[in-house]
């Protein structure tokens, strides 16, 4: 199994443009997770999905993220406009929805935001 | 999910076994404890989860106290690659629900 997907892996970007990840589950799994890390504060929770439907997005900071899963293999999570203080890596986590299921996650995706 | 606390770092010395405590005194009943690392630049990784009893695989052990307030990961032989950000994380099993990361522990492993 190839793992979770993400793309790109590194992006560097200028304040104002639109930036936007991706990610692959691995197959078979039906819950989908969106996390920002920064070193101020760690590992945040942005929003996770259940058989593609968003379950809980307060972890969003503002109207200018929004995330999408438009089928059970693919997620994107967009950021318009982008500004310096986005500068962080994303994770994308999946797993299945049932009993002791553990996530597992992407490599991540490294933003810059100048 | 209720809360964990965990020393902000440790050292051990390579080949000798690293104990990782974590406190989770408001625990309930049906809330698993599971454990996550972290290394440099790359995603969280699961280690490990147990409920009552403790538990071993080919990465770590999992001793959680009869009261259940509290546990240890044990990395029998750490090697140097084990040096990493370790999360302690107590969740319900529920249907969907998320993992919710705390500042973990630091361990580094010493030549």
């Known amino acids: 199994d190839a793992g979770v997907i993400q793309s790109p892996r590194h992006e560097v970007t200028e304040m104002g443009q639109e930036v936007t990840l991706r990610c692959k589950p691995i197959?078979?799994?039906?819950?989908l997770f969106w996390y920002r890390q920064t070193m101020m504060r760690g590992l945040e929770l942005l929003i996770y999905?259940?058989?593609?439907?968003?379950?809980?997005d307060s972890g969003m900071p503002e109207d200018r993220f929004s995330a999408k899963m438009p089928n059970a293999s693919f997620s994107t999570l967009k950021i318009q406009p982008s500004e310096p203080r986005d500068s962080a890596v994303y994770f994308c986590?999946?797993?299945?929805?049932?009993?002791?299921?553990?996530?597992?996650f992407g490599p991540g995706t490294r933003l810059l935001v100048l | 999910d209720a809360k964990t606390t965990q020393p902000t770092s440790m050292d051990c010395a390579e080949g000798r076994a690293a104990n990782l405590p974590c406190n989770h005194s408001?625990?309930?009943?049906?809330?698993?404890v599971y454990w996550y690392r972290q290394i440099h630049s790359q995603g969280p990784q699961y280690i490990i989860h147990?409920?009552?009893n403790n538990e071993t695989n080919e990465m770590a052990s999992l001793i959680i106290t009869e009261d259940r307030k509290s546990s240890t990961l044990i990395l029998p032989h750490a090697t140097l690659r084990d040096t990493a950000v370790y999360y302690c994380?107590?969740?319900?099993?529920?249907?969907?629900?998320?993992?919710?990361f705390g500042p973990g522990t630091r361990l580094s492993v010493l030549p």
């Open positions: 986590a999946s797993t299945r929805i049932a009993g002791q299921e553990t996530q597992y």
């Open positions: 999905f259940n058989n593609n439907v968003p379950i809980d």
């Open positions: 197959s078979g799994h039906n819950s």
């Open positions: 147990g409920l009552k």
């Open positions: 994380i107590v969740r319900l099993n529920n249907y969907g629900q998320n993992f919710v």
């Open positions: 408001t625990i309930s009943g049906n809330e698993y």
